[in-house]
């Protein structure tokens, strides 16, 4: 069984940065595709960044040159540095594993940037 808790998620001004962090549990950690998506109101979930256990990363078009996604293994561990935060990033962050043709989720951090 797989858990994942994201955490880093606030309020910040447009313009502003912050990093969300997600620890996994379990041993499959080290061969599994991390990914972040995002859900704003009203909307769909998102892809926003993922990152194979290869370390290849890629970005949605909206947050290429802003966000950067990234792991640490022996933590088990994923990052998304957002730099340049605009309104329209502001929606609820969750953390994705995926193994196996299996998704796991997170419960969702809160990321709400103020114009």
């Known amino acids: 069984q797989v858990q994942l808790v994201e955490s880093g998620g606030g309020l910040v001004q447009a313009g502003g940065s912050l990093r969300l962090s997600c620890g996994a549990s379990?041993?499959?950690?080290?061969?599994?595709?991390m990914g972040w998506f995002r859900q704003a109101p009203g909307a769909q979930r998102e892809l926003v960044a993922r990152?194979?256990?290869?370390?290849?990363?890629n970005y949605a078009d909206s947050v290429k040159g802003r966000f950067a996604i990234s792991r640490d293994n022996a933590k088990n561990a994923v990052y998304l540095q957002m730099n340049s935060l605009k309104a329209e990033d502001t929606a609820v962050y969750y953390c994705?594993?995926?193994?196996?043709?299996?998704?796991?989720w997170g419960q969702g951090t809160q990321v709400t940037v103020s114009s």
């Open positions: 990152i194979t256990s290869g370390g290849s990363t």
């Open positions: 994705n594993l995926f193994v196996g043709w299996n998704n796991y």
């Open positions: 379990g041993s499959i950690f080290s061969i599994s595709t």
